[in-house]
């Protein structure tokens, strides 16, 4: 694969912030105590959203220490090291490896396993302890766990009756997400990939739910409908819920969810935003020639028209196989992402180029991991300074 890259003065980009969700290292926000999960109801604040009331919280984690057993003859492969934090209605994402915790976050909140130290509440209840509350919530474990049945139909019409639901239908379920032809295959014909579809469409259509925790809801499920998941996901929220999503993609995170948190070793890191870690806003698109007899000097042409437009600030092609030898894809940068689309579609009309595909760019992992620290260290050094008394990092430096 080769690579060129033409380059443009470059323009200075607004850092944007994921707006700040009531997550702290030392939260002491009392929830409702609630012995039994009742009714349909869901504590939450009733009123519109305002900048001096918040919701009150769904979920409360309190010095939470925990270890999943995830790793081999049941040792530990992340642990959570004293996390606190408090989350109300809505979809939130914690992105990071199962070496920092993600496992071990989704155990606890699922109720699959205790902490070791440190207290967890969903509506004032401990999902460990209360079989009323895990059945109003969905999950969507690491490694599938559904109950025996002779057919995947009665292994969902097993799970439904377990959580209350008599009268549901597995077929319902199934067809929701476009799984309807797995209803007669036998449970452990099922590949990794359909178990765990099974289980996500089970998670999401819990009644009334008041947690949902999914670990990668986007990988390693054999649904073709996405969409109808993202949809689903952000329907739930809409309804009251608390959805609380892991990945270690941020990628999949920022489709999901606008309130993004990086776990990382065990500690969670508050108020990322992908769009930071980035620098600067990038899109991605994927592009041919209009007629294949030209070869690649169209998207040469492409990358040069494009390098003189003033909505862009940098532009680099390579040659790509995803398609075939004469395709390739183009990486554009600039503050406004909708005015750089705009110029790719002028330009590719102009030199006869086709755009197949456009999306926009997110950072890696290891990218939002180095936003997250310098983040935290910023905010470290402000608060160190306020305790002083003197603003070391002036008054542009300190949100």
Request: proline share 7%.
């Amino acid at each position: 694969m080769s690579n060129h890259e033409t380059n443009v003065p470059e323009t200075n980009v607004p850092e944007t912030n994921v707006p700040e969700t009531n997550v702290s290292e030392t939260n002491t926000v009392a929830a409702p105590v609630v012995a039994n999960v009742p009714g349909p109801s869901v504590p939450q604040s009733t009123a519109a959203p305002s900048t001096s009331v918040r919701p009150l919280p769904i979920v409360i984690l309190q010095s939470v220490i925990a270890r999943d057993q995830a790793g081999p003859r049941g040792r530990a492969r992340g642990t959570l090291n004293g996390i606190s934090f408090s989350l109300p209605t809505g979809v939130f994402a914690f992105v990071g490896a199962p070496e920092d915790g993600t496992i071990a976050l989704v155990d606890v909140l699922s109720g699959a396993r205790a902490p070791s130290r440190g207290h967890v509440q969903v509506v004032g209840a401990s999902p460990e302890r209360s079989s009323r509350l895990r059945a109003r919530m969905g999950v969507l474990s690491p490694e599938p766990s559904l109950p025996s049945a002779r057919s995947v139909a009665e292994l969902v019409t097993t799970a439904l009756a377990a959580r209350g639901q008599t009268q549901g239908r597995a077929t319902d379920v199934l067809s929701a997400f476009g799984l309807d032809y797995l209803a007669r295959r036998l449970p452990q014909s099922l590949s990794f990939a359909e178990t765990r579809a099974v289980e996500l469409a089970l998670a999401l259509s819990t009644p009334s739910p008041v947690l949902v925790v999914l670990y990668e809801p986007l990988v390693d499920v054999a649904i073709n409908l996405l969409g109808v998941v993202r949809e689903r996901i952000q329907q739930l929220a809409n309804e009251g819920a608390c959805v609380v999503v892991t990945t270690s993609s941020p990628t999949d995170a920022r489709s999901l969810s606008d309130e993004i948190f990086v776990l990382q070793r065990g500690s969670v890191i508050r108020d990322v935003s992908i769009a930071a870690a980035q620098n600067v806003p990038m899109l991605v698109a994927w592009v041919r020639p209009a007629d294949p007899d030209h070869g690649l000097a169209p998207i040469r042409r492409l990358a040069q028209a494009l390098a003189d437009r003033s909505e862009v600030s940098s532009v680099a092609w390579s040659d790509a196989a995803w398609q075939s030898a004469q395709a390739a894809e183009l990486r554009l940068s600039g503050s406004d992402l909708d005015a750089c689309a705009l110029a790719l579609a002028d330009a590719a009309t102009e030199v006869g180029a086709v755009v197949e595909a456009i999306t926009p760019a997110s950072p890696g992992l290891t990218r939002l991991r180095a936003a997250a620290e310098a983040a935290e260290s910023l905010r470290r050094a402000s608060a160190q300074s306020r305790l002083a008394g003197t603003n070391v990092l002036g008054r542009g430096g300190v949100r």
